[in-house]
């Protein structure tokens, strides 16, 4: 009859919690980002100037390296600084498969070959052991990607670079922030590469990246390879590309840059959270190295049953999100390069197994319980 519906399998009203919400952060800095702004619509002066040079010094100062160099994108960051190492035609470059594309894209955008070493089951990233099998006489890089915000195995990979004579260029694109025994991400190779792309832990309104080195020729290099490989205006003594990091974007990451300590503090009390409700259930939680400030740009859970609990927390409005599901080696435009399936058994396994899910730092309490109880009702680890 017609109150029954009143009970009827009345479910609660569904609890959204979406896997980034950068409307929460823009509230509570709304009036020091509006006045950034607008001091730089006010001047009129778009390209490079005072806030693009006052963050550069800024980012170099956070990441511990003498100078840094802003470009129009972390994909760029990682292009530029191949090029001012003298990565080109034929060279091998040796990264891992388990990453954002453009870590080897920029490889092959600049004619060299990525060389894919598997990585660690444990924290994603590039398995130290195995790079040196993979190296050879052309050999001229090596890139490490720190993985969710979580440094690879420095120490290891630079004594192997430093003993074989190769350059390392680190993709930080994930880990502004992060440290390895106390030192922080970008500040070990040649070069180090951070994207300011929105959903990184530090991110502008629109495109942005930098490169931090320790070395006035190699900054000096991008400076000019930034603007057409030119050192004075419409000489170009080399060929570069157009890719200045923007005056607003440099604007608002300044701004953005004095709380990213606190949002990563925020990031990892959630992920401590999550890791006492997942301890012996079926969710594998992140791995955090001993030595080790992992800043979280993503939290990683990793579960056997990946897809159906990925339909499963859509369903229910939780956010959450596969980084990634294919490993660069079985890419279709790198066919060419000849890896098939069960090359790269661990990337493989991990792109089957993970799954991204909310730890933004504005998160609430109830939201978090919600999602870490959605998971486990749904796994059976409740
Ligand atoms: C985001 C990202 C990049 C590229 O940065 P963009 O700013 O998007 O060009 C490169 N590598 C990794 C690992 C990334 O996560």
């Given at each position: 009859m017609a109150g029954g519906g009143l009970t009827r399998n009345r479910k609660q009203t569904p609890m959204n919690v979406p896997l980034l919400d950068l409307k929460?952060?823009?509230?509570?800095?709304?009036?020091?980002?509006?006045?950034?702004?607008?001091?730089?619509?006010?001047?009129?002066g778009f390209r490079l100037g005072p806030k693009v040079a006052a963050f550069e010094g800024e980012i170099a100062g956070y990441s511990g390296?003498?100078?840094?160099?802003?470009?129009?994108?972390?994909?760029?960051?990682?292009l530029l600084a191949l090029m001012a190492v003298g990565v080109g035609r034929d060279d091998e470059v040796i990264t891992?498969?388990?990453?954002f594309f453009a870590t080897a894209g920029a490889v092959a955008r600049v004619g060299a070959v990525p060389v894919f070493v598997d990585i660690d089951p444990k924290t994603y990233?590039?398995?130290?052991?195995?790079?040196?099998?993979?190296?050879t006489e052309?050999?001229?890089a090596i890139m490490p990607v720190h993985l969710y915000g979580q440094c690879a195995d420095m120490d290891l990979i630079m004594e192997v670079a430093n003993r074989r004579?190769?350059?390392?260029?680190?993709?930080?694109?994930?880990?502004?922030?992060?440290?390895?025994?106390?030192?922080?991400?970008?500040?070990?190779?040649q070069a180090g590469c951070f994207s300011f792309f929105p959903s990184k832990n530090l991110g502008g309104y629109g495109d942005g990246g930098?490169?931090?080195?320790?070395?006035?020729?190699?900054?000096?290099?991008?400076?000019?390879?930034?603007?057409?490989?030119?050192?004075?205006?419409?000489?170009?003594?080399?060929?570069?590309?157009?890719s200045r990091l923007d005056a607003l974007q440099a604007a608002v990451l300044s701004v953005k840059l004095r709380h990213l300590d606190a949002w990563s503090d925020g990031r990892s009390a959630n992920a401590d959270y999550y890791g006492s409700r997942f301890e012996g259930t079926p969710v594998t939680a992140p791995w955090r190295e001993e030595w080790s400030r992992h800043i979280y740009n993503q939290y990683i859970i990793r579960v056997q049953n990946r897809d159906a609990l990925l339909a499963h927390l859509r369903e229910e409005g939780i956010g959450c999100a596969i980084y990634y599901p294919m490993p660069l080696h079985l890419?279709?435009?790198f066919r060419t390069l000849g890896y098939a399936e069960g090359d790269m058994p661990e990337a493989e396994k991990a792109a089957r197994e993970t799954l991204s899910i909310p730890v933004f730092s504005l998160l609430t309490n109830e939201e978090m319980a919600h999602v870490a109880d959605t998971i486990l009702e749904f796994v059976g680890g409740a």
């Amino acid at each position: 009859m017609a109150g029954g519906g009143l009970t009827r399998n009345r479910k609660q009203t569904p609890m959204n919690v979406p896997l980034l919400d950068l409307k929460r952060q823009y509230q509570t800095i709304k009036d020091e980002i509006n006045e950034a702004i607008a001091e730089v619509v006010e001047s009129q002066g778009f390209r490079l100037g005072p806030k693009v040079a006052a963050f550069e010094g800024e980012i170099a100062g956070y990441s511990g390296a003498k100078r840094a160099v802003g470009v129009a994108s972390g994909t760029d960051a990682i292009l530029l600084a191949l090029m001012a190492v003298g990565v080109g035609r034929d060279d091998e470059v040796i990264t891992t498969p388990y990453t954002f594309f453009a870590t080897a894209g920029a490889v092959a955008r600049v004619g060299a070959v990525p060389v894919f070493v598997d990585i660690d089951p444990k924290t994603y990233n590039i398995d130290p052991s195995k790079i040196e099998a993979a190296i050879t006489e052309k050999t001229k890089a090596i890139m490490p990607v720190h993985l969710y915000g979580q440094c690879a195995d420095m120490d290891l990979i630079m004594e192997v670079a430093n003993r074989r004579g190769i350059a390392v260029v680190e993709d930080a694109a994930q880990a502004v922030g992060a440290e390895y025994k106390g030192r922080r991400a970008g500040s070990f190779g040649q070069a180090g590469c951070f994207s300011f792309f929105p959903s990184k832990n530090l991110g502008g309104y629109g495109d942005g990246g930098m490169i931090a080195t320790d070395s006035d020729e190699l900054a000096d290099l991008l400076v000019s390879l930034r603007e057409h490989g030119q050192t004075e205006a419409y000489h170009h003594w080399t060929i570069g590309t157009n890719s200045r990091l923007d005056a607003l974007q440099a604007a608002v990451l300044s701004v953005k840059l004095r709380h990213l300590d606190a949002w990563s503090d925020g990031r990892s009390a959630n992920a401590d959270y999550y890791g006492s409700r997942f301890e012996g259930t079926p969710v594998t939680a992140p791995w955090r190295e001993e030595w080790s400030r992992h800043i979280y740009n993503q939290y990683i859970i990793r579960v056997q049953n990946r897809d159906a609990l990925l339909a499963h927390l859509r369903e229910e409005g939780i956010g959450c999100a596969i980084y990634y599901p294919m490993p660069l080696h079985l890419q279709e435009c790198f066919r060419t390069l000849g890896y098939a399936e069960g090359d790269m058994p661990e990337a493989e396994k991990a792109a089957r197994e993970t799954l991204s899910i909310p730890v933004f730092s504005l998160l609430t309490n109830e939201e978090m319980a919600h999602v870490a109880d959605t998971i486990l009702e749904f796994v059976g680890g409740a």
